[in-house]
């Protein structure tokens, strides 16, 4: 059919060659408006997406923190996506810090994107805390309770009322614990421009509160002198086992410290076999006390209050120990040997003091033997027909531990060389509790370092291998000062003026060496002192010492009497040669050696000393009087020809006592025999000879009191020794009450008891 024919119908068919052609145009035209499309929409797209970033985060309000500090809390970061959620993220973040009172984020529209302005109103600053109207207590004592609660009040903190609450209740029980139970507490909060304030704690302490009468109610068994007794809190103070001076001065008043004495009345009727005993919620009363209007001081007391107790009990059976079973005690399978670690007997009265004394003396047995993780988990049984209480204690051994390695920290200048050679425990053997007490025991006596507990896990370092059954051990010290130096001076009618200058020290250069240097100059007296102390010679447990000392002190009437009548006095020379004027001086050492027994506090030593004394007059007085008063006539050594002693100790010593200088615990012992004479000498011939016997004992207890038992017998050899000396026996007791406050001796008060034959 030829191009544009008709066709029935009167329609127009185009050619294929047409059809083709508007294909190709159609398609030409399609891809230009496509493209164009792309473009204009991803130009938009490119356009809105610069808005939805953050370009921008500033800080305004700010004063003490820095704009950094702040902007470091905050996650997002300028060229973020802007995301709600994560903006809420930063705003807890910010809010949770506790610096601020008011925290704002804004935004705003930029032709970059989103500014961020975050607005914050800083906490103001405390600049000062003061208290007004505590008597009963001072403001170290509030800073120590505080501390103690962590309330977090300082000065130059950030305001938070919380903290302001937290510290009311921390001071009224402060105040409470001292017997002011109805105090109230206001605080002042003033502002100190430009962005601090002032807190003012405005305390009204209210009468103090006194512990008034203590009852019991239901003991028909037990006294309540003894109930009264246990209460060691609340009881009265007075003189104990009196009749009439047992409730001299009331205690004060503390709540918290009642529930303690409730659990001590109960424990006094356990120990006494009442097993079952029950002490219920003490009932309290308070009202008033002393005289409102006019009183007499001293005479009758002022207002105030007491509280007075009352405490339902309901005894309950008492009961007898029926039997004590093992159970599981798989390597000390000996019952009869645990069983004698109990100071209790079948059929005593049940007493849950000595049953606890029995399964800490069980810990420490199994201790000995490495069994680090023991425990006694203890199940009592009654028979009430019999009134009979059965103890069984189930046992969990654990495992066996070696020590594998003994370390130690805080020692700056002891070397652990001196620490380990104390140790009585090794390394490589089976862990033993009882030579690790013995061995911190023995550290606590040399001084060098605070006081070493052995259960306290601040001290001891345990760290378990469970797997291969071995256990390493770190020792935790804390030095003392060690050095001792003293500069001293004045004027003496008898020493005239003097200057002097010592220097102790019971750790030389770490190495656990003692030396001991004392200069005395003077123009009327001269001393100097030295002495070395080695306790490990030869790296053995043998210690030597040696002393070496040298004195001389002059005296002279004539001038005494310048200095008494202030002037000074050309005496002649006859009147001279008729006053005393003489000069003495002595020279000497001592060496010292003793060792001690093996695994033990007792030691063997053997001390020797020689020193060599000489008086000389220098006046015709002075040779008159000592030729006459040559020991009133009895022959024997003359001073002014001198006289040289030689003597040797042998002695025992047994010491146990918890610390090297100031002790709570323990025993002291020495006993020895001195023998003067040996090889001794002086210009006339005549030997020094004498014994002296001496023996010694020291008993320290907790309640800071050390008694002193003391005792010296004298036998005379020759007669050289003045007949005074002849059998003379001297014993004595001395009790030594110290006073300590913070840790110091200030005050000691002393009773001697004297006794001769």
Same mark, same amino acid.
């Given at each position: 059919?030829?191009?544009?024919?008709?066709?029935?119908?009167?329609?127009?068919?185009?050619?294929?060659?047409?059809?083709?052609?508007?294909?190709?145009?159609? &398609?030409?035209?399609?891809?230009?408006?496509? !493209?164009?499309?792309?473009?204009?929409?991803?130009? !938009?797209?490119?356009?809105?997406?610069?808005?939805?970033?953050?370009?921008?985060?500033?800080?305004?309000? +700010?004063?003490?923190?820095?704009?950094?500090?702040i902007? *470091?809390?905050?996650?997002?970061?300028?060229?973020?996506?802007?995301?709600?959620a994560?903006?809420?993220?930063?705003?807890?973040?910010?809010?949770?810090?506790?610096?601020?009172?008011?925290?704002?984020?804004?935004?705003?529209?930029?032709?970059?994107?989103?500014?961020?302005?975050?607005?914050?109103?800083?906490?103001?600053?405390?600049?000062?805390?003061?208290?007004v109207?505590?008597?009963?207590?001072?403001?170290?004592?509030?800073?120590?309770?505080?501390?103690?609660?962590?309330?977090?009040?300082?000065?130059?903190?950030?305001?938070?009322?919380?903290?302001?609450?937290?510290?009311?209740?921390s001071?009224?029980?402060?105040?409470?614990?001292?017997?002011?139970?109805?105090?109230?507490?206001?605080?002042?909060?003033?502002?100190?421009?430009?962005?601090?304030?002032?807190?003012?704690?405005?305390?009204?302490?209210?009468?103090?509160?006194?512990?008034?009468?203590?009852?019991?109610?239901?003991n028909?068994n037990?006294?309540?002198?003894?109930?009264?007794?246990?209460?060691?809190?609340?009881?009265?103070?007075?003189?104990?086992?009196?009749?009439?001076?047992?409730?001299?001065?009331?205690?004060?008043?503390?709540?918290?410290?009642?529930?303690?004495?409730?659990?001590?009345?109960?424990?006094?009727? &356990? #120990?006494?076999?009442?097993?079952?005993? #029950?002490?219920?919620?003490?009932?309290?009363?308070?009202?008033?006390?002393?005289?409102?209007?006019?009183?007499?001081?001293?005479?009758?007391?002022?207002?105030?209050? %007491?509280?007075?107790?009352?405490?339902?009990?309901?005894?309950?059976?008492?009961?007898?120990?029926?039997?004590?079973?093992?159970?599981? #005690?798989?390597?000390?399978?000996?019952?009869? !040997?645990?069983? =004698?670690?109990?100071?209790?007997?079948d059929?005593?009265?049940?007493?849950?003091?000595?049953?606890?004394?029995?399964?800490?003396?069980?810990?420490?047995?199994?201790? &000995?033997?490495?069994?680090?993780?023991?425990?006694?988990?203890?199940?009592?049984?009654?028979?009430?027909?019999?009134?009979?209480?059965?103890?069984?204690i189930?046992?969990?051994?654990?495992?066996?531990?070696?020590?594998?390695?003994?370390?130690?920290?805080?020692?700056?200048?002891?070397?652990?060389?001196?620490?380990?050679r104390?140790?009585?425990?090794?390394?490589?053997?089976i862990?033993?509790?009882?030579?690790?007490?013995?061995?911190?025991?023995?550290?606590?006596?040399?001084?060098?370092?605070?006081?070493?507990?052995?259960?306290?896990?601040?001290?001891?370092?345990?760290?378990?291998?469970?797997?291969?059954?071995?256990?390493?051990?770190?020792?935790?010290?804390?030095?003392?000062?060690?050095?001792?130096?003293?500069?001293?001076?004045?004027?003496?009618?008898l020493?005239?003026?003097?200057? /002097?200058?010592?220097?102790?020290? +019971?750790?030389?250069?770490?190495?656990?060496?003692?030396?001991?240097?004392?200069?005395?100059?003077?123009n009327?007296?001269?001393?100097?002192?030295?002495?070395?102390?080695?306790?490990?010679?030869?790296?053995?447990?043998?210690?030597f010492?040696?002393?070496?000392? /040298?004195?001389?002190?002059?005296?002279? &009437?004539?001038?005494?009497?310048?200095?008494?009548?202030?002037? =000074?006095?050309?005496?002649?020379?006859?009147?001279?040669?008729?006053?005393?004027?003489?000069?003495? @001086?002595?020279?000497?050492?001592?060496? @010292?050696?003793?060792?001690?027994?093996?695994?033990?506090?007792?030691?063997?030593?053997?001390?020797?000393?020689?020193?060599? @004394?000489?008086?000389?007059?220098?006046?015709?007085?002075?040779?008159?009087?000592?030729?006459?008063? *040559?020991?009133?006539?009895?022959?024997?050594?003359?001073?002014? =020809? /001198?006289?040289?002693?030689?003597?040797?100790?042998?002695?025992? @010593?047994?010491?146990?006592?918890?610390?090297?200088?100031?002790?709570?615990?323990?025993?002291?012992?020495?006993?020895?025999?001195?023998?003067?004479?040996?090889? %001794?000498?002086h210009? *006339?011939?005549?030997?020094?000879? %004498?014994?002296l016997?001496?023996?010694?004992?020291?008993?320290?207890?907790?309640?800071?009191?050390?008694?002193?038992?003391?005792q010296?017998?004298?036998?005379?050899?020759?007669?050289?020794?003045?007949?005074?000396?002849?059998?003379?026996?001297?014993?004595?007791?001395?009790?030594?009450?110290?006073?300590?406050?913070?840790?110091?001796?200030?005050?000691?008060?002393?009773?001697?008891? *004297?006794?001769?034959?």
């Amino acid at each position: 059919m030829p191009s544009g024919a008709c066709v029935p119908g009167g329609a127009l068919v185009p050619t294929p060659s047409f059809q083709r052609s508007w294909v190709r145009v159609a &398609q030409r035209y399609c891809g230009f408006w496509l !493209a164009l499309a792309t473009i204009v929409f991803g130009v !938009a797209g490119l356009a809105s997406a610069q808005t939805d970033v953050v370009s921008e985060i500033t800080v305004t309000g +700010n004063r003490r923190i820095p704009a950094d500090t702040i902007r *470091a809390r905050i996650f997002t970061k300028p060229g973020d996506i802007y995301d709600q959620a994560a903006l809420e993220r930063d705003f807890n973040s910010l809010w949770n810090t506790g610096y601020f009172e008011d925290v704002k984020f804004l935004r705003e529209q930029t032709p970059k994107g989103w500014r961020l302005i975050v607005q914050v109103k800083e906490k103001p600053t405390i600049r000062e805390i003061t208290y007004v109207g505590t008597s009963s207590v001072s403001q170290s004592d509030i800073l120590d309770r505080f501390k103690q609660d962590k309330v977090g009040l300082v000065v130059e903190s950030q305001y938070d009322p919380t903290r302001i609450k937290k510290a009311e209740v921390s001071i009224k029980n402060l105040l409470a614990e001292h017997g002011r139970q109805f105090a109230s507490i206001r605080t002042e909060v003033r502002q100190i421009p430009p962005a601090a304030v002032g807190i003012t704690f405005v305390v009204k302490e209210g009468p103090k509160v006194k512990v008034g009468k203590i009852r019991f109610d239901g003991n028909k068994n037990i006294s309540s002198r003894v109930l009264r007794a246990a209460m060691k809190n609340l009881r009265p103070i007075g003189i104990p086992h009196s009749i009439f001076l047992e409730n001299i001065f009331a205690k004060t008043y503390d709540a918290t410290k009642l529930e303690e004495d409730t659990e001590r009345v109960r424990a006094e009727y &356990q #120990n006494r076999g009442y097993f079952k005993a #029950n002490v219920t919620d003490p009932k309290t009363v308070i009202h008033d006390t002393g005289h409102k209007g006019f009183h007499i001081p001293l005479l009758q007391s002022g207002p105030g209050k %007491a509280v007075d107790i009352t405490m339902p009990i309901d005894e309950g059976d008492k009961y007898r120990l029926g039997k004590i079973t093992f159970k599981n #005690n798989k390597f000390l399978s000996n019952t009869a !040997a645990l069983r =004698n670690l109990f100071p209790l007997k079948d059929g005593d009265i049940f007493s849950r003091e000595k049953v606890a004394k029995g399964l800490e003396n069980l810990r420490k047995a199994y201790g &000995q033997y490495g069994y680090i993780n023991y425990t006694g988990v203890p199940s009592t049984t009654f028979d009430d027909e019999k009134k009979l209480a059965n103890l069984e204690i189930d046992i969990d051994e654990g495992k066996q531990f070696y020590v594998r390695r003994i370390e130690f920290q805080g020692n700056t200048t002891t070397r652990d060389k001196v620490i380990r050679r104390e140790l009585s425990l090794e390394e490589g053997g089976i862990y033993d509790s009882r030579l690790w007490e013995l061995s911190l025991q023995r550290l606590n006596q040399l001084s060098y370092f605070d006081q070493l507990k052995p259960d306290d896990p601040n001290v001891t370092e345990k760290r378990l291998d469970e797997k291969n059954g071995q256990v390493d051990l770190t020792l935790k010290v804390h030095e003392k000062g060690k050095n001792s130096i003293g500069l001293n001076g004045g004027v003496s009618g008898l020493e005239g003026a003097f200057i /002097g200058l010592n220097y102790s020290t +019971n750790n030389f250069l770490g190495k656990g060496e003692t030396l001991q240097m004392q200069i005395s100059l003077g123009n009327l007296a001269r001393s100097v002192m030295f002495g070395f102390t080695q306790p490990y010679m030869f790296d053995r447990p043998l210690q030597f010492g040696f002393t070496v000392f /040298g004195n001389k002190i002059s005296y002279n &009437q004539a001038r005494q009497l310048s200095i008494f009548s202030g002037q =000074n006095l050309n005496l002649p020379s006859a009147v001279l040669q008729n006053l005393q004027n003489y000069s003495q @001086s002595s020279v000497g050492f001592t060496t @010292s050696l003793s060792y001690p027994l093996r695994r033990s506090f007792k030691r063997l030593g053997l001390t020797y000393s020689l020193d060599r @004394s000489t008086l000389i007059p220098l006046s015709t007085a002075s040779k008159t009087l000592f030729d006459f008063i *040559a020991f009133r006539g009895i022959s024997g050594p003359n001073a002014v =020809n /001198g006289i040289i002693t030689s003597k040797i100790f042998p002695n025992f @010593s047994f010491n146990t006592l918890d610390s090297g200088m100031f002790p709570h615990s323990g025993k002291q012992m020495t006993l020895g025999a001195e023998f003067a004479g040996l090889g %001794a000498f002086h210009p *006339a011939d005549h030997p020094v000879q %004498a014994v002296l016997s001496d023996a010694e004992a020291k008993e320290h207890h907790r309640l800071q009191c050390e008694c002193i038992l003391h005792q010296r017998v004298w036998r005379a050899g020759s007669a050289a020794v003045p007949a005074l000396l002849y059998g003379r026996r001297e014993r004595y007791s001395r009790i030594r009450y110290p006073l300590r406050l913070a840790g110091r001796v200030f005050a000691q008060f002393e009773r001697n008891h *004297a006794h001769e034959s």
